[in-house]
T-cell receptor
Framework: LAKTTQPISMDSYEGQEVNITCSHNNIATNDYITWYQQFPSQGPRFIIQGYKTKVTNEVASLFIPADRKSSTLSLPRVSLSDTAVYYCLVVRQGYQKVTFGIGTKLQVIP | DAGVIQSPRHEVTEMGQEVTLRCKPISGHDYLFWYRQTMMRGLELLIY????????DSGMPEDRFSAKMPNASFSTLKIQPSEPRDSAVYFCASSLRGSNTGELFFGEGSRLTVL
């Protein structure tokens, strides 16, 4: 599976839009980009998945360019409760093994 | 459904003691995963099962670690003997093959401290 690279940490003020970019240069045709969120003292939880272009749900948006070598998770108007670690993963269709990296620790500042 | 249930939530033990962590996956899920999380190494996959059969245990640190899944609703991760470097949060997760996203559902974790 393609290795992912994302910033180790980010800070943002409340109310701002936060964009976390992840690179996955060796992504394969049957791979999907998936993001998880982990709050302190909890297990990670799935927030969004995409293959190409743009995906939006009630939590976030995911932007994937045509070459799919990177992706950007966008969190609109963050609040203190969005402080968490965000993991970018490449998941292969039909392959259940999922590996996590260090993730991006987002700190939202009042 | 109650989600993935892990026990104990916290365990403090002394070096050399046996530790057993337990997990109940979401009913109907056919995959079960054990992960370990530390500050230094992040979230590491230890082992995963499909239909109660271990598929990949390449992440298990050493022979002191063992995992079993005697039935579809229960799994254990055992450390014997435990060492201080085993101190971590251990997560269990389950998933359903055939789901659109392959989403993993995690438990709240078991925080292990080995003195």
């Amino acid at each position: 599976l393609a290795k992912t690279t994302q910033p180790i940490s980010m800070d943002s003020y409340e109310g701002q839009e936060v964009n976390i970019t992840c690179s996955h240069n060796n992504i394969a045709t049957n791979d999907y980009i998936t993001w998880y969120q982990q709050f302190p003292s909890q297990g990670p939880r799935f927030i969004i998945q995409g293959y190409k272009t743009k995906v939006t749900n009630e939590v976030a948006s995911l932007f994937i360019p045509a070459d799919r070598k990177s992706s950007t998770l966008s969190l609109p108007r963050v609040s203190l409760s969005d402080t968490a670690v965000y993991y970018c993963l490449v998941v292969r269709q039909g392959y259940q093994k999922v590996t996590f990296g260090i993730g991006t620790k987002l700190q939202v500042i009042p | 459904d109650a989600g993935v249930i892990q026990s104990p939530r916290h365990e403090v033990t002394e070096m050399g003691q046996e530790v057993t962590l337990r997990c109940k996956p979401i009913s109907g899920h056919d995959y079960l995963f054990w992960y370990r999380q530390t500050m230094m190494r992040g979230l590491e996959l230890l082992i995963y099962f499909n239909n109660n059969v271990p598929i990949d245990d390449s992440g298990m640190p050493e022979d002191r670690f063992s995992a079993k899944m005697p039935n579809a609703s229960f799994s254990t991760l055992k450390i014997q003997p435990s060492e201080p470097r085993d101190s971590a949060v251990y997560f269990c997760a389950s998933s359903l093959r055939g789901s659109n996203t392959g989403e993993l559902f995690f438990g709240e974790g078991s925080r292990l401290t080995v003195l």
